[in-house]
């Protein structure tokens, strides 16, 4: 049986590697990336040849030891550390490293509530725009994507088996774009499987078990077209008269056409959804059918018509630091008839702004400012008017694949890189605090932290 190794017993060759400024593409094309620090609290368990499980300190990472991996008692310590993973969201480190293991573990990840809006707990009628899987880091630093991770969209969690400890993280590896659109009835959207990895040398044939592709910065359509089986709409193979129809696309990219039925559905938005696979990976669109817009939810509900402020998410650990801030705007949604109550806002204008620096060894590294325009669909708003205080929340994450250029300073010289933006996104409201305007209805403030995460927000509402 073949097996897949987690790549990161090198950690020491890597830190050397950094500490000299050397990077060096992989055959892939793949630039590797920096090694991530400790950005939270430890968590030890003792495994023996019997096998055991330990769960990191704030309940998102799960490994799994079957009975025979082990020789014998050994002490396996899992921390958080700093995202450095294209399109990643979360990482964890797993020690010692260096284990050499007789059978595959099982690495669980969760998305921990608070990915924004872009986590697996989406409804069946809102976009999770993103595939995610679990990727691991190799000896040269290039992070790996495992395309058969095995997704739990009701528990919010992803599965791999991996025959190793190491570096591992929750990325965003596949997207059905758009993740959202408007169309008017009778008309058509085109989508599209983009893959953000390398997946040269894996074809259709290749055991899902066996697929790991260097993680990219770009997304492009993916080739592997009888991967996306089951497109559907709401649910219905193929879709239906009343909510729409999806037609799979010929070739060897993964396409497929909606078209709106004539009507608005009863159901709107709807969900047009394909299956990566055999294992529950599901990727969503969700598509906005309308008639000519009527009165925008503002001026139906009595509240601002716009929302305009800054934004931030800041990570600070062990003299870490990198903030993505942003300006933006957003402005009000045509009324929702299924839900009269709530007004919803899609961003009007924005720019995000990205800075970076930290210190490995020797070597300063300083990254930014980059600035990162922020497109109507990269953000969202909505507000409950039932009752008051109006309750509300938000999201905001640039999609098209930013990076930034960190320069790395060592004694032995300097040299410049790309590395990708990813922390979580430029607006990030955890759905496990209620947030509430103002007394006065408008204004929107709000900090959370998440370990070594901090998100901030002021927005001012006008008319």
């Not at 020690?95 to 573990?105: E, F, G, K, Q, S």
């Not at 592709?213 to 089951?230: M, Q």
């Not at 938000?394 to 990076?403: F, I, R």
Request: proline share 6%.
């Amino acid at each position: 049986m073949k097996t897949k190794t987690a790549f990161t017993a090198g950690l020491l060759a890597l830190t050397l590697t950094l500490a000299g400024c050397t990077r060096t593409p992989d055959a892939s094309g793949s630039t590797p990336a920096p090694i991530g620090t400790p950005s939270g609290t430890p968590a030890s368990a003792v495994i023996g040849a019997g096998g055991g499980t330990l769960t990191s300190a704030d309940g998102a990472f799960r490994l799994s030891v079957p009975s025979g991996a082990l020789a014998g008692d050994t002490t396996v310590t899992v921390v958080p550390i700093t995202v450095t993973a294209p399109h990643g969201k979360r990482a964890y480190r797993v020690t010692p490293a260096n284990l050499t293991l007789a059978r595959d573990v099982e690495v669980t990840l969760s998305d921990g509530g608070t990915l924004g809006a872009r986590n697996l707990r989406a409804t069946d009628t809102v976009a999770t725009t993103a595939g995610a899987v679990v990727a691991v880091q190799d000896a040269s630093g290039t992070w790996k994507a495992d395309l058969g991770t095995r997704q739990d969209r009701a528990n919010g969690t992803l599965k791999a088996n991996l025959r190793g400890f190491g570096d591992f993280a929750w990325a965003e590896a596949l997207r059905l774009s758009p993740a959202s659109a408007t169309v008017k009835t009778g008309n058509t959207v085109d989508l599209v499987v983009n893959v953000c990895a390398d997946t040269t040398g894996i074809d259709g044939s290749t055991p899902l078990d066996m697929m790991l592709a260097p993680l990219t910065e770009n997304c492009t359509p993916s080739k592997l077209a009888p991967l996306a089986t089951g497109w559907a709409v709401n649910g219905r193979a193929g879709g239906d008269i009343e909510a729409g129809t999806v037609v799979k696309a010929e070739g060897d990219e993964a396409r497929a056409t909606y078209r709106a039925p004539v009507m608005e559905p009863s159901v709107n938005p709807v969900a047009v959804t394909v299956n990566w696979g055999a294992d529950g990976l599901q990727l969503v669109s969700s598509v906005h059918v309308t008639d000519d817009a009527g009165a925008t939810c503002a001026e139906a509900l009595n509240v601002p018509k716009h929302w305009a402020g800054t934004t931030s998410t800041r990570v600070s650990v062990n003299g870490h630091r990198e903030t993505l801030s942003a300006n933006v705007s957003f402005t009000a949604d045509p009324v929702d008839p299924l839900h009269p109550k709530v007004c919803t806002y899609h961003v009007e204008s924005g720019t995000a702004t990205w800075t970076l620096s930290d210190t490995v060894g020797e070597c300063t590294l300083r990254g930014g400012p980059t600035q990162i325009p922020i497109e109507h669909d990269e953000g969202e708003l909505s507000i409950d008017t039932e009752g008051f205080p109006w309750t509300y929340d938000g999201s905001g994450t640039s999609s098209g694949n930013p990076v930034g250029t960190v320069t790395m300073s060592c004694p032995s010289g300097s040299q410049s890189y790309q590395q990708p933006i990813s922390l979580g996104g430029w607006l990030v409201m955890p759905p496990t605090q209620v947030w509430q305007t103002a007394g006065d209805g408008r204004t929107m403030e709000g900090t959370a932290t998440d370990g070594a995460t901090t998100w901030t927000w002021t927005l001012e509402g006008t008319d």
